[in-house]
DNA sequence: CATGGGTGTGACCGGTCGGTAACAAGCAGA
DNA sequence: TCTGCTTGTTACCGACCGGTCACACCCATG
């Protein structure tokens, strides 16, 4: 039998373990705070293989960061799965969705810290964080749209940094700051965008 | 003659140039990505200087987190000075000028963007970044019931929001991201909360 | 001239950083 | 059994980190 498939508690490969060590390190000590030994150490495994499997420091980061950026994806698709043709529930889902994650995941995004933290320019991790970001946002002014909504190019906008802004506000201020009110926010800036009012 | 006196481009005190020296070279490398020998040398003295105005590089952040602090504190008296007894135009005024920074200073928020760098529970830093956004949030609460608009706290919050997540997304996007429409989704915001619509 | 406080200099400390070399061990398929 | 790839181990590299030491210096005051 094959060892790698013997048990439940099964070893994952050393690659996958190094990235999932350092998605969780990076979020608690910052990509700068963290190590490339304390997080081939977290995976069970050295530093050499670490550096066989990713070039660089700086490999490792992206990587780290696509991986945020599909889990981000898988969201929507499961979004437009429980809500498929109804653009206007997918967006009240999009923003209890987005509530229960900012209480439950109080270090933020993933990439919007990394693009804090990393204040070089070049650095490779920034055309991965635009693209993700410019992303997410057209999928919420597509969501906008097609929910016929006023103005969705303003109202994916809003969304987009009222989100932000709330999970900056909890690391900055924790849970009795704004972001306690993200979704009263939320709901209330899709109303002034709803055809029945004052266009 | 006094030799700290003599001329216009006079020397200031090593200790001011060692606070103006940090905070410039934090905003553009990153609190965790720059040395203290490297802020000594860019304020033309040494570490040793440095240490014995500052116990550790901790309290130097610390120092010029409060010297921000300050700096945003005028900006509320120069408000309410522009526009006396008028908290209406005040908060204009704000959305106005924080749409300026926002364009002028791409590097966004001191304090925000130290939060989200140190993840070190228990860093000095965190209470003044706490009280700070604390206390802006409180102003900005304050202007909104004197404008006599309805749900002052909602509406603070929304504004908070929207700016903290307008500068991560300058930072993450640049200008062509949500950032260019801060100063439209606040005044829709602000429009939402006029007691004349519906209450 | 003497004193003393703020400053400059350079060496130094232990520790950690990102990254590499060399070699042994395990394990797969042929 | 042989082969070849993936891992593990250890030591090492140069660079830099935050922080400290001893000592010389300048200069205003007395």
Partial sequence: MKKTACNAEAKTSPRDRIVSSACALFRTHGIRGIGVDAIAQAAETNKMTLYRHFGSKDDLVCETLKVASAQAAALWDDLENRFPDNPR??????????????????????????????????????????????????????????????????????????????????????????????ERACHAAIAGHERSKAG
């Fill in 89 to 182: 529930a997918q967006i009240d889902g999009w923003v209890a969705g987005r509530a229960d994650c900012l209480a439950s995941e109080p270090h933020g995004c993933d990439l919007a810290n990394a693009a804090v933290e990393l204040k070089e320019d070049g650095h490779p991790a920034h055309v991965l964080i635009d693209r993700f970001k410019t992303e997410q946002r057209r999928r919420l002014e597509d969501l906008c749209r097609a929910a016929g909504l006023s103005d969705p190019e303003l109202l994916a906008d809003t969304l987009s940094m009222l989100l932000e802004g709330a999970r900056v506000s909890r690391i900055a201020t924790g849970d009795h700051g704004p972001a306690a009110r993200f």
